[in-house]
């Protein structure tokens, strides 16, 4: 059995770029940086930073299009593939791209950033003012046997 299938998580390079192919059927190139840390003998610290061409195809390349942007973070699930063709030289030229199966976006922050949500309104009133209803909790500890499912 083989298995050709890459999971990525990293950030956009640059802004997608949509176009279609002569089908009708959509098409989004981007690239994704994906870092790696460790230490090296001396115990000092190495980083490396690796660049990786995705594709997306059909209505996921529109999204990925209308919502992702040169620094968003995202998870990608996929494939490689190489493809070649000849160059206007007449040399014969190879690129090794992702073709993406699954793409889900990150937090707007990014996967470094904060994550923490906004805080919420303590009072039961708007900025309008007027009135909302609040759920109010019971302050004892609440036992799990009490569940009914």
């Known amino acids: 059995m083989y298995l050709n299938k890459v999971f990525i998580i990293g950030n956009l390079t640059r802004d997608p770029e949509l176009k279609s192919l002569p089908s009708g059927v959509k098409v989004t190139n981007f690239s994704v940086a994906t870092n790696r840390v460790w230490k090296d003998k001396e115990g000092q610290k190495q980083e490396a930073v690796e660049y990786h061409n995705l594709v997306v195809f059909g209505r996921q390349a529109e999204t990925v299009a209308q919502y992702l942007k040169k620094g968003s973070s995202v998870l990608v699930e996929g494939r490689i593939q190489t493809r070649s063709w000849e160059a206007d030289d007449g040399s014969k030229r190879y690129r090794t791209e992702i073709i993406a199966d699954r793409v889900q976006f990150g937090s707007r922050t990014g996967f470094g950033g904060s994550n923490q949500a906004k805080p919420t309104r303590t009072s039961s009133e708007t900025k309008s003012g007027e009135e909302i209803e609040t ?8 036992n799990p046997e009490d569940i009914p499912f």
Do not use: A, F
């Open 135 to 142: 759920i109010e909790y019971p302050e004892e500890d609440i």
